[in-house]
Structures are given as structure tokens and as C-alpha cells.
């Protein structure tokens, strides 16, 4: 098969990583979870890093350990702002799209500015409380001493940063199919995503 990509955007926690590995396994596409690229930067930040540096020269090696902290989400969000770095991340994430045998990226602006051209654009949303209870979920899970009313009071602030700015704003693309997971099993809107899917190709 020739190159068919598939763009999932939304905010944190809307349940856009699992729709996207699901999607990915269903149909044999490759995925790339284009948040981790902006955690990486965050994280070498925390370290004392540039960002532009910092985002120029992310190896795969920089993917790797734990990402997934409110410090480092925090981070990503902040230097996700700098037009530098979303720039020095763009050509990998289209070259990621543009293989062979389809792909599945999910993040903010991957159906509005990254691939704007993708087969398919879905937009998984849901409201500010639900995801701000799913992740908290998640948090404690893996054992971080976390509070609802900080993961909510966080979910909202990156909500509002990543809306907000001025550069690539988290925002559905106007062709985008909408998803809302709010009242949704994980089954039901990896259903809608799969058909979503199967109408365009
Ligand atoms: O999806 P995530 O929570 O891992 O993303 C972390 C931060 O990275 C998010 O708050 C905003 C930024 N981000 C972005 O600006 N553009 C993307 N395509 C993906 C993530």
C-alpha cells in the first residue's frame, strides 16, 4: 500500500493515544505519538537545556524513560509555545507520515499544520473533568502522589496554553471527523475511529 495518513489530534487525556495504538494495530499502520517529541524537549529543559537546541538534536534514545510525569507534560506544554522548536520538529513528523504502509500521528496540530493533506482527520475530545479523572487515575496507578483537584487545575491550564497560542493552536481541523469519548467505552470510540477510517479508504 502507498502512503495513507491518518491525523489525531486533541486535548490531554481525551483517550487520543489509545484510539491511535488501537487504529494503528487494526489497520497495520506505524504510529508515532508526536507528544513524546515535545516531552523529550521539555524534559532536557528540566535538565538545563535549550529548547531549540534541544529540539534539533532529539534522538531516539531521548523517547525513552519516563515521559509520562506532570512535570514533564507541564514542560512540554511550555516549550511547545516556541515557534523554533515546533519547527525544528516538523520535517521528522512529516517524513513519519509520508512512509509507506500508512500512519497514525496523534498530538495537537497534526490535521491542521503537520498534515494537512491526511486521508483522515479525527479530532477525540471529551470534557475537561472526565479526562482530568481518567488521568488521575493513571497518575496513582503508577504510584505518583497526585491530588483530582491539581490533575483538573493542570488539565485546564494545558488546555488553555495549548488553545491559546499563537503558533499551531490545539484546535479540530474544519474536515475533522469529532469524537467525543466523554460518555464512550474505549471499544465503542475505537469503533467510531475504525469506521471513520474504513469510509475513506
Ligand atoms: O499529548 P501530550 O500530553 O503528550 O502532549 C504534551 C504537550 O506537548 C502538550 O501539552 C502540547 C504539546 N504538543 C503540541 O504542542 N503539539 C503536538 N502535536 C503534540 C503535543
Do not use: W
Not at 517524513?95 to 491542521?112: K, N, Q
Not at 488521575?136 to 488546555?159: F, G
Amino acid at each position: 500500500m502507498t502512503r495513507f495518513t491518518v491525523a489525531i489530534d486533541g486535548p490531554a487525556a481525551a483517550g487520543k493515544g489509545t484510539i491511535s495504538k488501537a487504529v494503528a494495530a487494526h489497520f497495520g499502520f506505524a504510529h508515532l505519538d508526536t507528544g513524546l517529541l515535545y516531552r523529550a524537549v521539555g524534559a532536557k529543559v528540566l535538565a538545563g537545556g535549550d529548547p531549540v537546541a534541544s529540539a534539533k538534536s532529539l534522538t531516539e534514545q531521548d523517547l525513552q524513560g519516563n515521559l509520562r510525569t506532570q512535570e514533564v507534560a507541564e514542560a512540554a506544554s511550555r516549550v511547545a509555545v516556541l515557534p523554533y522548536v515546533r519547527a525544528a520538529l516538523f520535517e521528522f513528523q512529516r517524513e513519519f507520515a509520508a512512509r509507506d504502509g500508512g500512519a497514525v500521528l496523534d498530538g495537537r496540530d497534526i490535521g491542521t499544520v503537520i498534515c494537512p493533506d491526511a486521508q483522515v482527520k479525527l479530532y477525540v475530545t471529551a470534557s475537561a473533568e472526565v479526562r482530568a479523572e481518567r488521568r488521575y487515575l493513571e497518575l496513582t496507578e503508577n504510584s505518583m502522589d497526585v491530588t483530582r483537584a491539581d490533575v483538573l487545575a493542570d488539565v485546564k491550564a494545558r488546555d488553555k496554553r495549548d488553545s491559546e497560542r499563537a503558533e499551531a493552536p490545539l484546535k479540530p481541523a474544519d474536515d475533522a471527523v469529532i469524537i467525543d469519548t466523554s460518555d464512550l467505552s474505549i471499544g465503542d470510540a475505537v469503533a467510531r475511529a475504525v469506521s471513520a477510517i474504513d469510509a475513506r479508504r
